[in-house]
């Protein structure tokens, strides 16, 4: 009876198999530069589409209200832009479900101040505890200003879009507020203040101040 010869098998060698992983490391650092500028990339295109949807928001409530503005915020009640733009965010449950007759902590607004919309978030934003435990703050905020500061003065109540202007800006990274309670300021007080004394996270800051960082409004 023939014999049939043993059939020599060459395994891999401890060299090969280290410079295999050497090569799979190496271009595993390659890509990873590359994977986080897309992902930083993404996260400003959403950041900055969330603003601009904001900023419409904003126009179709104007209109809805004959050149009307927002009420100013009333602490520590929802209240504010940050409410009264709902309904034309398609989040008009959320609107009604909001007593600005109570505070953000009360009982009745729980629930509804937990539901922050993702049109109020941004992905470049540090997680941050806001004043009321279980309601996240607010990524943005919004600056008013008189378009003759001379003439017109800040003051409590309705205001014209044709004696004013709004724009969105970034949070900074103290910003605290809960979400329903709107952060609006006037222009004055917020070019008073530093990127020293007040953080902004947002990679575009300027090294002066925070003027860079609206991406446009009324």
């Not at 500028?37 to 126009?59: F, I, P």
């Not at 009745?108 to 309601?135: K, Q, T």
């Not at 203040?193 to 996270?201: G, I, T, Y």
Request: proline share 11%; charged share 20%.
């Amino acid at each position: 009876m023939p014999t049939s010869s043993p059939v020599c098998r060459r395994g891999v060698s401890l060299v090969e198999l280290l410079v295999c992983l050497a090569i799979i490391g190496i271009m595993v650092s390659l890509m990873f530069p590359a994977i986080h500028s897309v992902r930083a990339g993404m996260a400003r295109a959403e950041c900055a589409d969330h603003k601009r949807q904001l900023s419409l928001a904003l126009d179709m409530y104007c209109d809805a209200r004959k050149g009307l503005l927002p009420p100013p915020p009333t602490p520590p009640n929802p209240g504010g832009w940050a409410r009264e733009i709902l309904p034309f965010m398609e989040e008009r449950a959320l609107f009604d479900a909001l007593d600005v007759r109570q505070t953000v902590a009360a009982a009745a607004n729980a629930s509804a101040a937990r539901n922050r919309p993702p049109m109020m978030r941004c992905m470049f934003a540090p997680w941050r505890d806001s004043e009321v435990r279980g309601v996240a703050p607010s990524d943005f905020l919004l600056v008013v200003s008189p378009h003759n500061p001379a003439d017109q003065t800040r003051r409590p109540g309705p205001r014209r879009v044709k004696d004013f202007s709004a724009f969105f800006y970034h949070a900074p990274k103290d910003a605290t507020a809960p979400w329903p309670r709107s952060v609006e300021i006037d222009l004055v007080t917020f070019n008073s203040r530093a990127v020293d004394n007040w953080p902004v996270w947002h990679p575009a800051a300027p090294t002066g101040g925070l003027g860079s960082l609206t991406d446009g409004g009324l």
